[in-house]
């Protein structure tokens, strides 16, 4: 059995397989609004490789985190600005 990391977000557990950035384990549990915008819009991630920072996450309580940067590690605490 392959080894699996299990972390939460919006205090929803996900479990992914090791290597799974924080983007990817958000969109396995169902959320899509990442952030919002100065303007109160929705935002989610664009680029996938870290340039457009609309992916930004509060991880393990420091905000401002690119999901797509970081990967999945046990007992993560991920939230999104809904
Ligand atoms: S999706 Fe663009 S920085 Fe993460």
Redesign the pocket.
Known sequence: MAERVQLRVNGKSVEVTPGTVV?AAIAMAGESKFRRSVSGMPRG???????????RVTINGLSQC????TLCEPGMEVLTDD
């Open positions: 983007a991630p664009l680029c996938g490789m870290g340039l457009c920072m609309e992916c690119r999901s797509c940067q």
